[in-house]
């Protein structure tokens, strides 16, 4: 029905003449003759509707000759329309109204006829595309709640641990059961870390401090492979590891250990081997956390926080790992890259001759100003700041960075290296670089740095709608 004195006015310039003609109007006359496809000169027969000629001419007269009202909102995501025309009868004060009332309420009449009196089989259509624009709009909302995080970094950088720290600081962590079921692992770490060590005593041309623990040696070896295949700790293996980690000797081996191939928990476990030779032994969460065993293939983790749901992607950070990566590129959100700061003077297990720090450095730049990540934020985790802070004591820098003339302290030395990974973004006026220094087996730090990473997340995923 047509109204008067309405307050919305939208109106476009008519380029064939003076007179302004409301959008909406231009838009019901162009679908009208789009639906007709014919002079507009007789009864028309469109829309599964019949419409007189002079409703029709009506339409037309009150587009050319007056100027009509309209309101329009918008509805959708995809820009569907809907239309309210308000057509005024009276004389408007300074402008021009109609030159044909009649032919204005004749308008109505015919803009109520297409609009109101809809066959079954366009109604069930316009129902079909309700739905539609709902599953669109819904999927749209889905799509935007999610986030795809990838985990790059090389070998041995604390990735799979910064992927169980997410368990159990987004998934009420790990059940008994699940612990139980590391507990192998927890064998076979503390056995290989024992083992590492004694081989580098021969190597390293180390006595021991007590000669009784030549036997105890070859005891371990005779002992280990059977242990490790069972999955089991016996406790005269267990007694034997005990008195070898006591060793004055085996002690001055592993503060040596940057000469040789060593797991970063093996500290951790010989310490703890007490309590983790009982019989009723149950991994804690901080012993799962301190597990290593090498990626393979691709790990997908789901978790929610804020709102949001995360894809995390988990890939081996080994050379022979990396050529997986590719698969796990697309639609992806932002990028945690991992570097063991600690490893700083170690060279790749894969290969002996090239540092961990400038193999690093080297995959982040690839990474940094690859192409295909020109909008993706990359996050950098400096990681294992602790085994950092207790070696560069005792440990220089300048093993990795012969440049470095600063003092071989944390902060001094960490700043070093931040700078130098930093350096490395060749698009810094556009693309900035998230820095954290981390500890991934420590959860509070973990969850703290996460918090502010998914900050950082939603804070960029405004800014690419415009809102920030």
């Not at 970094?153 to 997410?166: D, F, L, R, W, Y």
């Not at 193999?359 to 690839?366: A, G, H, I, T």
């Not at 600063?406 to 030395?413: F, I, M, Q």
């Not at 981390?438 to 918090?451: H, M, R, S, W």
């Amino acid at each position: 029905s047509p109204y008067a004195n309405c307050s919305d006015i939208s109106y476009s310039s008519n380029n064939n003449n003076n007179t302004s003609i409301c959008f909406v109007c231009n838009f019901l006359g162009l679908r009208l003759l789009h639906l007709c496809r014919k002079p507009v000169n007789g009864d028309e027969f469109t829309g599964g509707r019949f419409f007189p000629g002079h409703s029709v001419r009506s339409i037309w007269i009150a587009v050319s000759l007056a100027k009509p009202h309209a309101h329009v909102s918008r509805t959708g995501r995809r820009g569907f329309v809907t239309v309210s025309l308000v057509l005024a009868y009276q004389t408007e004060v300074k402008t021009k109204s109609f030159k044909n009332p009649c032919a204005g309420r004749q308008c109505a009449r015919a803009f109520g006829n297409m609009g109101c009196t809809l066959s079954a089989e366009d109604k069930a259509a316009a129902e079909r595309s309700k739905m539609i624009d709902k599953n669109l709009r819904e999927d749209g909302e889905k799509a935007a709640r999610e986030v795809k995080l990838l985990l790059l970094g090389a070998g041995e950088s604390g990735k799979s641990t910064i992927v169980k720290q997410m368990k159990i600081i987004h998934e009420d962590g790990y059940s008994e059961d699940e612990c139980k079921q590391y507990r192998a692992v927890v064998y076979s770490n503390t056995i290989q870390s024992i083992m590492a060590i004694i081989k580098a005593m021969n190597n390293l041309k180390i006595d021991y401090t007590d000669t009784a623990r030549e036997d105890d040696a070859q005891q371990l070896f005779a002992l280990a492979a059977a242990a490790e295949e069972q999955g089991i700790l016996p406790d005269d293996l267990s007694r034997v590891i005990c008195r070898l980690w006591a060793d004055s000797g085996v002690q001055g081996c592993f503060t040596r250990s940057r000469e040789y191939q060593l797991n970063d928990s093996a500290a951790y476990y010989l310490n703890e081997m007490e309590r983790i030779a009982k019989s009723d032994y149950i991994p804690t969460q901080q012993d799962v956390l301190r597990t290593r065993v090498k990626t393979t293939g691709i790990v997908e983790t789901h978790f929610t926080f804020k709102d949001l749901h995360f894809k995390m992607f988990d890939v081996g950070g080994q050379r022979s790992e990396r050529k997986k990566w590719i698969h796990c590129f697309e639609g992806v959100t932002a990028i945690i890259f991992c570097v063991a700061l600690s490893a700083y003077d170690l060279v790749l297990a894969e290969d002996e001759e090239m540092n961990r720090m400038h193999e690093s450095m080297k995959l982040f730049d690839s990474i940094c100003n690859n192409k295909w990540f020109t909008e993706t934020s990359i996050i950098l985790f400096l990681n294992k700041k602790d085994l950092f802070e207790e070696k560069i004591t005792r440990s220089p820098l300048a093993i990795c960075f012969p440049e470095y003339t600063g003092a071989n302290k944390y902060d001094e030395a960490a700043s070093y290296i931040q700078t130098k990974f930093e350096d490395l973004n060749k698009k810094k006026d556009t693309k900035e670089i998230y820095t954290h220094f981390t500890c991934a087996t420590d959860t509070k730090n973990v969850q703290f740095v996460f918090d502010a990473v998914t900050d950082v997340i939603i804070k960029n995923n405004l800014k690419d709608c415009g809102l920030f």
